[in-house]
């Protein structure tokens, strides 16, 4: 079945420091990779988003870039800031006529101090 | 208000109960999804949905039951409440199945058997 692994937190990191969160998936098909983020009290929000190999997704600063040979979809974003304070959510999708599901790493919570 | 609500945001039930989750969106998306978020676990599907009159089993149903009569609303009830299904609970909504489309979350209900 289909799977994604991302690194533990949380991530407590300083304002304008560099920020990656790892993430590598298994998937029997083809999946779309996606990036959510869930704020303090509300619900998940998509970050950004790849379909294919070597694409790169992008939005708000943060990049990610689909790598097929290593089954990877890491998080970067050069320069953060307090209001990046969140949990991220890497996840793949299982598309198809039953509907675009989603499998979901654990989470990583990230902390970013003034 | 335009957008995927859900109701109550908050609730605490005893052992035993039947629960209740609504879920309401107005965009008429075609599918519908209900996931629980427990730590370390990320989101895990419990149920979804197709269309009106069409739903499936996710990665951990047991012990929730789903309906769709309508397509803007998806209950998930817990038939006899436990422990172990204290959680949060997201419903989602997407427009197709397409493997980039985005999926549209509410903001949670925070869900506490005793």
Same mark, same amino acid.
């Given at each position: 079945?289909?799977? =994604?692994? /991302?690194?533990?937190?949380?991530?407590?990191?300083?304002?304008?420091?560099?920020?990656?969160?790892?993430?590598? &998936?298994?998937?029997?098909? &083809?999946?779309?990779?996606?990036? &959510?983020? /869930?704020?303090?009290?509300?619900?998940? /929000?998509? *970050?950004?988003?790849?379909?294919?190999?070597?694409?790169?997704?992008?939005?708000?600063?943060?990049?990610?870039? &689909? $790598?097929?040979?290593?089954?990877?979809?890491?998080?970067?974003?050069?320069? =953060?800031? =307090?209001?990046?304070?969140?949990?991220?959510?890497?996840?793949?999708?299982?598309?198809?006529?039953?509907?675009?599901?989603?499998?979901?790493?654990?989470?990583? $919570? =990230? *902390?970013?101090?003034? | 208000?335009? !957008?995927?609500?859900?109701?109550?945001?908050?609730?605490?039930?005893?052992?035993?109960?039947?629960?209740?989750?609504?879920?309401?969106? +107005?965009?008429?998306?075609?599918?519908?999804?209900?996931?629980?978020?427990?730590?370390?676990?990320?989101?895990?599907?419990? @149920?979804?949905?197709?269309?009106?009159?069409?739903?499936?089993?996710? %990665?951990?149903?047991? !012990?929730?039951?789903?309906?769709?009569?309508?397509? %803007?609303?998806?209950?998930?009830?817990? %038939?006899?409440?436990?422990?172990?299904?204290?959680?949060? @609970?997201?419903?989602?909504?997407?427009?197709?199945?397409?493997?980039?489309?985005?999926?549209?979350?509410?903001?949670? +209900?925070?869900?506490?058997?005793?």
């Amino acid at each position: 079945g289909n799977s =994604v692994t /991302q690194m533990e937190g949380p991530v407590t990191l300083s304002e304008e420091a560099f920020l990656t969160i790892n993430c590598t &998936y298994t998937a029997t098909g &083809y999946p779309s990779l996606f990036w &959510y983020v /869930q704020y303090p009290g509300e619900g998940l /929000q998509l *970050l950004l988003k790849a379909t294919k190999a070597d694409d790169k997704g992008s939005n708000k600063g943060f990049e990610a870039t &689909y $790598r097929k040979e290593t089954t990877s979809f890491h998080l970067e974003k050069g320069s =953060v800031q =307090v209001s990046d304070s969140a949990v991220y959510f890497c996840a793949l999708s299982d598309y198809g006529a039953a509907g675009n599901k989603l499998t979901f790493g654990g989470g990583t $919570r =990230v *902390l970013v101090k003034p | 208000d335009a !957008g995927i609500t859900q109701s109550p945001r908050y609730k605490i039930t005893e052992t035993g109960r039947q629960v209740t989750l609504m879920c309401h969106q +107005t965009w008429s998306h075609s599918y519908m999804f209900w996931y629980r978020q427990d730590l370390g676990h990320g989101l895990r599907l419990i @149920y979804y949905s197709a269309a009106a009159d069409i739903t499936d089993k996710g %990665e951990v149903p047991d !012990g929730y039951v789903v309906s769709r009569s309508k397509t %803007e609303n998806f209950p998930l009830t817990l %038939e006899s409440a436990t422990r172990s299904q204290t959680s949060v @609970y997201f419903c989602a909504s997407s427009e197709s199945a397409e493997r980039d489309t985005e999926a549209f979350f509410g903001q949670g +209900t925070r869900l506490t058997v005793v």
